[in-house]
């Protein structure tokens, strides 16, 4: 289950995140490194980013989504171990199409898998989300799991903090945001995709997220206002997920074929196994 709820992170990273920036809706500044810049006290919060507040950053997510009807780019997701350092990366693709009522279409392919510093090798796992049920393809090993993730008869906003099952700040009332976490924006690291702002959502205590994550970082290019990096860290800080989203591109005309699944047959040697919804 943990390979599916790594597939959230990059799911809800792509879902509503981006649009077109209105002549009166100028994009955010990105902040620059300032290696130069004094510490922050011990204990104390992060230094500010220079020219940019936590409500700008959440104004700019809150605008999202208007003008978005789907999506492609390409993803690498990254599993850390905080306690050992180990790591593996995935990387693929990832297409998303907006339809009616709050839903959604999700296909990702993973071709690659990457331990450590060693060469990637083909590894091919598959996510398709559509009409409530998660298929996952397992091509090495020809397993297939369906799961409905969504009670039949019953729609769910995929997009909203508390309803779907990955929280990020895209396309929600900046209120919202803040009655659920506490949010800063973290100075400028060399390390940062180019010309991104970073911002980190902490939950609140005695909310639902509180017992899931430690925080929720997300990477912003302010002139796409689109995330391009989303790292989560558990409440135990024992686990990282990263997913970085590169050569981004949206209102691409995605049809069925981008959402159909080749045909696989137990002759082929594939098992199939289903699972309907369960409270």
Same mark, same amino acid.
Request: proline share 8%; charged share 30%; with cysteine.
């Given at each position: 289950?943990?390979?599916?709820? $790594?597939?959230?992170?990059?799911?809800?990273?792509?879902?509503?995140?981006?649009?077109?920036?209105?002549?009166?809706?100028?994009?955010?500044?990105?902040?620059?490194?300032? =290696?130069?810049?004094?510490? $922050?006290?011990?204990?104390?919060?992060?230094?500010?980013? =220079?020219?940019?507040?936590?409500? $700008?950053?959440?104004?700019?997510?809150?605008?999202?989504?208007?003008?978005?009807?789907?999506?492609?780019?390409?993803?690498?997701?990254?599993?850390?171990?905080?306690?050992?350092?180990?790591?593996?990366?995935?990387?693929?693709?990832?297409?998303?199409?907006?339809?009616?009522?709050?839903?959604?279409?999700?296909?990702? +392919?993973?071709?690659?898998?990457?331990? &450590?510093? &060693?060469? =990637?090798?083909?590894?091919?796992?598959?996510?398709?989300?559509?009409?409530?049920?998660?298929?996952?393809?397992?091509?090495?090993?020809?397993?297939?799991?369906?799961?409905?993730?969504?009670?039949?008869?019953?729609?769910?906003?995929?997009?909203?903090?508390?309803?779907?099952?990955?929280?990020?700040?895209?396309?929600? $009332?900046?209120?919202?945001?803040?009655?659920?976490?506490?949010?800063?924006?973290?100075?400028?690291?060399?390390?940062? =995709?180019?010309?991104? +702002?970073?911002?980190?959502?902490?939950?609140?205590? &005695?909310?639902?997220?509180?017992?899931?994550?430690?925080?929720?970082?997300?990477?912003?290019?302010?002139?796409?206002?689109?995330?391009?990096?989303?790292?989560?860290?558990?409440?135990?800080?024992?686990?990282?997920?990263?997913?970085?989203?590169?050569?981004?591109?949206?209102?691409?005309?995605?049809?069925?074929?981008?959402?159909?699944?080749?045909?696989?047959?137990?002759?082929?040697?594939?098992?199939?196994?289903?699972?309907?919804?369960?409270?």
């Amino acid at each position: 289950m943990k390979s599916i709820s $790594a597939m959230w992170v990059v799911l809800f990273a792509a879902m509503g995140c981006a649009s077109d920036v209105s002549a009166q809706d100028a994009p955010l500044q990105a902040p620059v490194p300032a =290696p130069s810049q004094a510490p $922050a006290e011990a204990g104390g919060p992060p230094l500010p980013a =220079p020219g940019v507040s936590v409500d $700008a950053v959440l104004d700019a997510l809150d605008r999202q989504g208007d003008q978005m009807k789907d999506f492609t780019a390409d993803v690498a997701l990254t599993e850390s171990d905080e306690l050992t350092k180990e790591a593996f990366t995935r990387a693929g693709t990832v297409k998303v199409q907006k339809l009616p009522d709050n839903d959604a279409r999700i296909h990702i +392919i993973f071709q690659t898998r990457q331990s &450590g510093g &060693g060469k =990637p090798r083909n590894e091919k796992i598959e996510y398709l989300l559509d009409k409530g049920w998660l298929t996952e393809r397992n091509h090495r090993k020809k397993n297939q799991v369906r799961r409905q993730v969504i009670k039949p008869g019953e729609t769910v906003d995929l997009l909203k903090l508390g309803e779907g099952p990955f929280p990020l700040p895209i396309g929600q $009332a900046e209120e919202d945001v803040k009655d659920m976490f506490d949010v800063e924006v973290i100075p400028a690291a060399a390390d940062d =995709p180019a010309g991104t +702002i970073h911002g980190r959502l902490k939950p609140k205590k &005695g909310s639902q997220f509180e017992r899931r994550f430690k925080h929720i970082d997300v990477w912003v290019d302010p002139k796409g206002q689109m995330p391009r990096r989303i790292e989560t860290v558990d409440v135990n800080e024992q686990t990282r997920q990263t997913t970085d989203l590169e050569n981004v591109k949206t209102n691409t005309g995605l049809g069925d074929n981008d959402f159909r699944l080749d045909e696989v047959t137990a002759k082929q040697g594939w098992t199939f196994v289903d699972e309907p919804y369960r409270e």
